[in-house]
């Protein structure tokens, strides 16, 4: 999962350099990309170093940005080294009594090496990863807008019209693709449902164009 990192308010995001990613026509900026990040919005401590795992997407929006750390999946991996700023990420909560989409991400920079690999205190730590040879990669994303209500891993395997997305078909993996056409169609989901201001027992986020898509 793709998260037990700290909230750290007031984060800037340096900007580091690419590498592995998408090839020089999609590089230009000209075609937005759609994915899928997991993460946990309810407390789950990390037997080994004590460290909640718990990042949710109000979490998200209390940063400027954050690095999408501690995916230790080859496949995930490999989707994020194939991000670009401006990216658009669905925003999932998992590990939950009702797993599902909850909000929008962007990418804000392109791949660069995961730190928590090569910190020991860090449950995401690697100890054959080294700073010339780093294993795990990441990107940076910042919150863009909260989803008016959660569109549920449930309801998204009984809709028909999503029966080839990834989420739906391996739905253990913690980064995956998500094409335009689902993207809209999720987007056109969300805005049939009813307003909400409980998504996992978290009160409305206090930001402005809430149904900014």
Request: net charge positive; proline share 6%; hydrophobic share 30%.
């Amino acid at each position: 999962m793709s998260s037990g990192r700290k909230v750290r308010k007031n984060k800037r995001n340096k900007g580091p350099s690419r590498r592995h990613t998408r090839d020089e026509e999609h590089l230009s900026g000209s075609e937005t990309r759609y994915w899928l990040i997991k993460s946990e919005p309810h407390s789950r401590i990390d037997g080994r170093t004590g460290r909640d795992l718990k990042f949710s997407l109000e979490d998200l929006s209390l940063v400027d940005s954050e690095p999408w750390d501690g995916v230790r999946n080859h496949e995930a991996k490999r989707n994020m080294l194939d991000m670009s700023p401006g990216d658009v990420c669905l925003f999932y909560h998992s590990n939950c009594p009702t797993p599902g989409i909850v909000g929008l991400a962007e990418v804000v920079c392109y791949a660069h090496p995961d730190e928590s690999q090569f910190d020991r205190a860090s449950p995401y730590f690697a100890s054959k990863s080294t700073r010339s040879n780093p294993h795990w990669w990441c990107v940076d994303v910042k919150f863009k807008r909260r989803f008016r209500a959660k569109v549920t891993l449930r309801s998204l395997k009984a809709d028909k019209n999503l029966q080839h997305m990834v989420l739906v078909r391996r739905s253990r993996l913690s980064v995956t693709p998500v094409t335009s056409s689902e993207y809209s169609y999720i987007i056109e989901l969300e805005k049939s449902l009813p307003d909400t201001d409980d998504i996992d027992c978290q009160p409305r986020l206090n930001v402005s164009k809430t149904h900014e898509v």
